[in-house]
């Protein structure tokens, strides 16, 4: 079965036919770095991520870029409020975004370009759009001609009428046209700037990507990806700017994963309802973070609350029990019981997850067949006589669906002090002797310590206590 995947430019599913047989050459747009990431940031990392590496696991070599926008108004601004250099500040906050999504799993990219490493393409970008009529210069400042590109709105599937009634010139702005965009900003006083042809000064936001995909990743390229709100018109703008300058399609396919809110609204900065990153996994664990993301279809809006980042960890657990009893019960297992169709029934789990992940990366579905397995493999579990080959199989299909979603769905194997672990025995004793009173003090002693107990069909387990 082949990938099928949904094309925003054409708003409709497609099957997934890479430019070159076996490789794939993805974009994705990083983070204006100004501040910790938030949770709506944090989607798209998770989100692409994980299409990168399904990509991965059914064969392609991806070359996978990501940018990270590091002069910007909204960096300046914060640079002079910290009373930092832009720089500084920037480099301050790369680094905390690789820690970030670091935590929730998320792989670096083949490459991390920068805007101001970027910056004689950018320029040389620019140029070559006002010598071929796209763009013009007004007093230090370079517009794109938006008119000029008869493909404007396609992505977006707005038309120009539509788009000209919501356009203004701001004070200032010396643009011929109420929709041109700026491609490059004319330096104010003590800001940060760059030299070019038409004076001091720095890019405008989506030049800076147009640049980057043509220098690191060509002309045309597979996958260009981003959150919902850079459809337009970040994303519109970079088609007009690269498909005008190079008369090339940019992109095959473009993706957008959907909004997330905040107990049931948008989530916004001005509602002062964003939660950052940083603050939510001194709550809660990373990868029930990650694994609450990837519950819902990445197209799909996701809602944020305590509530439901709860049940996501529960339900992580629920996996991880049942990962655990299997691996219990081989210890004690032998060769018995019926085999055939529990062997079938891995199998078949195994070939639904590739089935729903090769359907525009359904993840929520996805992770439908792995409880699906979770309760077969209970059921099993139940039987007097199990067999070695069942209990592998299954076990191996719950470790290569939560490899492929980057989900630990196995406990970390901790060592105990020796002082619990002589607890734990003198437990198991006194119950095996019926001295209840006993066993429920040496339980609550350990509870006192983090230390969980788990009285199981297969024996007494523990855990430690985790957060949120």
Same mark, same amino acid.
């Given at each position: 079965?082949a990938?099928?995947?949904?094309?925003?430019?054409?708003?409709?599913?497609?099957?997934?036919?890479?430019?070159?047989?076996?490789?794939? &050459?993805?974009y994705?747009?990083?983070?204006?770095?100004?501040?910790?990431?938030?949770?709506?940031?944090a989607?798209p990392?998770?989100?692409?991520?994980?299409?990168?590496?399904?990509?991965e696991?059914?064969?392609?070599?991806?070359?996978?870029v990501?940018?990270?926008?590091?002069?910007?108004?909204?960096i300046?601004?914060?640079?002079?409020?910290?009373?930092?250099?832009?720089?500084?500040?920037?480099?301050?906050?790369?680094?905390?975004?690789?820690?970030d999504?670091s935590?929730?799993?998320?792989?670096?990219a083949?490459?991390?370009?920068?805007?101001?490493?970027?910056?004689?393409?950018?320029?040389?970008?620019?140029?070559?759009?006002?010598?071929?009529?796209?763009?013009?210069?007004?007093?230090?400042d370079?517009?794109?001609?938006?008119?000029?590109?008869?493909?404007?709105?396609?992505?977006?599937?707005?038309?120009?009428?539509?788009?000209q009634?919501?356009?203004?010139?701001?004070?200032?702005?010396?643009?011929?046209?109420?929709?041109?965009?700026?491609?490059w900003?004319?330096? !104010?006083?003590?800001?940060?700037s760059?030299?070019? #042809? +038409?004076?001091?000064?720095?890019?405008?936001?989506?030049?800076?990507?147009?640049?980057?995909?043509?220098?690191?990743?060509?002309?045309? @390229?597979d996958?260009?990806?981003?959150? *919902?709100?850079?459809?337009?018109?970040?994303?519109?703008?970079?088609v007009? $700017?690269?498909?005008?300058?190079?008369?090339?399609q940019?992109?095959?396919y +473009?993706?957008?994963?959907?909004?997330? *809110?905040?107990?049931?609204?948008?989530?916004? !900065?001005?509602?002062?309802? %964003?939660v950052?990153?940083?603050?939510?996994?001194?709550?809660?664990?990373?990868e029930?973070?990650?694994?609450?993301?990837? *519950?819902?279809?990445y197209?799909? #809006?996701?809602?944020f609350?305590?509530e439901?980042?709860t049940?996501?960890?529960?339900?992580?657990?629920?996996?991880?029990?049942?990962?655990?009893?299997?691996?219990?019960?081989? !210890?004690m297992?032998?060769?018995?019981?019926?085999? &055939?169709? +529990?062997?079938?029934?891995?199998?078949?789990?195994?070939q639904?997850?590739i $089935?729903?992940?090769?359907?525009?990366?359904?993840?929520a579905?996805?992770i439908?067949?792995?409880?699906?397995l979770v309760?077969?493999?209970?059921?099993?579990?139940q039987?007097? $006589?199990?067999?070695?080959?069942v209990?592998?199989?299954m076990?191996?299909?719950?470790?290569?669906?939560?490899?492929?979603?980057?989900i630990?769905?196995? #406990?970390v194997?901790?060592?105990?002090?020796?002082?619990?672990e002589q607890? @734990?025995?003198?437990?198991?004793?006194?119950?095996?002797d019926?001295? %209840?009173a006993?066993?429920?003090?040496?339980?609550?002693?350990?509870?006192?310590q983090?230390?969980?107990?788990?009285?199981?069909? *297969?024996?007494?387990?523990?855990?430690?206590?985790?957060?949120?």
């Open positions: 079965m990938i099928t995947l949904y094309n925003t430019m054409s708003r409709k599913k497609e099957a997934f036919v890479p430019l070159e047989k076996g490789k794939v &050459k993805m994705v747009c990083g983070p204006t770095v100004y501040n910790y990431i938030h949770i709506g940031n989607r990392a998770v989100v692409f991520d994980m299409v990168r590496k399904y990509l696991y059914r064969g392609y070599e991806v070359e996978f990501t940018n990270f926008t590091d002069v910007d108004d909204k300046i601004k914060a640079a002079k409020e910290l009373k930092e250099k832009v720089p500084v500040l920037a480099e301050r906050f790369i680094a905390a975004y690789h820690e999504t935590a929730l799993g998320v792989k670096k083949d490459l991390h370009p920068r805007v101001t490493e970027t910056m004689p393409d950018i320029i040389a970008f620019i140029k070559a759009l006002i010598e071929k009529g796209f763009a013009y210069e007004a007093d230090g370079v517009y794109f001609q938006t008119r000029s590109f008869s493909g404007y709105g396609k992505l977006s599937s707005q038309s120009i009428e539509d788009l009634m919501g356009a203004r010139i701001e004070i200032g702005e010396k643009k011929k046209d109420p929709l041109d965009f700026a491609l900003k004319a330096a !104010k006083e003590d800001e940060i760059w030299e070019s #042809p +038409w004076g001091a000064g720095r890019p405008g936001w989506h030049i800076e990507c147009s640049a980057m995909v043509k220098k690191y990743l060509g002309e045309t @390229i996958i260009h990806a981003g959150g *919902q709100d850079l459809a337009f018109p970040h994303h519109e703008n970079e007009a $700017q690269s498909e005008a300058l190079n008369q090339k940019m992109a095959k +473009w993706m957008h994963n959907g909004y997330i *809110q905040i107990d049931n609204e948008k989530m916004s !900065k001005s509602l002062g309802n %964003f950052l990153v940083q603050d939510i996994i001194k709550q809660y664990r990373p029930v973070v990650r694994f609450f993301m990837l *519950q819902s279809h197209r799909s #809006p996701l809602n609350s305590a439901l980042l049940s996501a960890q529960n339900s992580l657990e629920r996996i991880q029990t049942t990962a655990a009893n299997l691996k219990h019960r081989l !210890k297992s032998a060769d018995f019981g019926e085999k &055939k169709f +529990w062997l079938e029934q891995a199998k078949n789990r195994k639904q997850f $089935q729903a992940m090769d359907d525009d990366f359904n993840t579905n996805g439908s067949t792995l409880f699906d309760k077969d493999a209970n059921m099993y579990l039987e007097q $006589q199990t067999s070695k080959e209990l592998e199989a076990l191996e299909v719950i470790r290569d669906i939560g490899s492929l979603m980057d630990p769905v196995e #406990p194997e901790e060592i105990l002090d020796e002082d619990i607890l @734990i025995a003198e437990r198991i004793k006194a119950r095996k019926k001295n %209840f006993r066993a429920d003090e040496i339980r609550d002693t350990l509870k006192e983090g230390i969980i107990l788990e009285d199981t069909p *297969q024996g007494t387990r523990w855990k430690r206590e985790q957060k949120i």
